[in-house]
């Protein structure tokens, strides 16, 4: 089936594109020919992906905002993870939020554009007890925001408890496959990949939006990642969040730089066209690998978070919204504003933290969060400046929103 495209499939994008508008699914061969497309010819396939995406979502920004509800305390041994068993990482480790501070940070991401709220805890997955607390949350925010999607994400799920969420009034769940099936055993040994995807059946069964996303950058091979997008294509994912490996010092994974700016985009790219009327989101890590190419990454990924991370800070909520103006785009339900007018309220409600900025013993301090926000990561070695007067490696550890008394970055 369409061989010439396959014979050619580096110098003709936009043909592609054209016939995957058109019906045509997207070969594991084409996938791999395309991850592999020279530096050279890439923004080429990002403008090809780009029609796909305008076709489905037009020039809409869709902006999510995490909330963590439970942070660290994992028994989980992900590589990945900064919040895994024996994690070295020196995270905000905090049991349970209250239901009224959850629902308080829901608020303030709400008011900076976010049309959907990503409530997460740690964990392998929730107790029933758990899933009851999390219902109260839920029930809570929509009473005060009834039009904001929510969607959960809380591990792998027991029978009824998809159901209890959805009655609850959760729209989605999310549970990421992260890699292949043929990678999972050596980034994991807690738990299968054969879980993960029997997670994301069942909450698509219960008729919650299914999210399923990847981590790239962990050192998996191209024929890996094409693996993985198609399973994630075979799940039929409504939402497929794109994370860049943030190589957290304390896990097995720190130190692991596999990314370029140029290779970020192309990922995005092979996403968007394998799986073209997805929601296709530039997750965790972005700022740190897409750098100075993050707006470009819009042409093709239509969804991003706003603000702070897990576990980790992100972009200034203000230049997330700036960059999504300023590139041409606006925010999903919010079309009849100006998105460059929302930057303004953000930066006129923004509290100065008091205390020991370098206090990362107390996990109510800032921290080095409003200093060392913007600091810029190292192409070669990964750091960023400190505000302490001491090398630290990205990422720049979260002590602001959630689980301290500092304002979120929202």
Known sequence: MHSQSQQSTATNFTELAEQISQGHQLTADEALELLNTPDSQTLRLV?????L??????????????VNLKSGLCPEDCTYCSQRLGSKAEILKYTWLKPEEAVHQAGLGIAGGASRVCMVASGKGPTDRDVDRVATMIDAL???????EVCACLGILKDGQAQRLKAAGADAYNHNLNTAESMYPEICSTHSFDERVATVREAKNTGLSPCSGLIVGMGETPEQLVEAIFALRDLNADSIPVNFLMPFDGTPLQGTWNLTPLACLRILAVVRMVCPDKEVRMAGGREMHLRSLQATALEVANSLFLGDYLTSEGQDAKDDLAMIGDAGFVVLGQTDHDTKQQVNPLSETTVQPTGDPCDKDNAQSPGCASSCGSAT?????GSAPSCCGTDTAEPVLRRRGAGTAQNPNA
């Open 377 to 381: 990561v190292s192409p070669k070695s």
């Open 53 to 66: 995406r305008r076709e489905h979502f037009g020039n809409t920004v869709k902006v999510n905002y995490l």
């Open 142 to 148: 929509k009473g005060e925001h009834p039009d904001v």
């Open 47 to 51: 403008g090809a992906a780009g029609a």
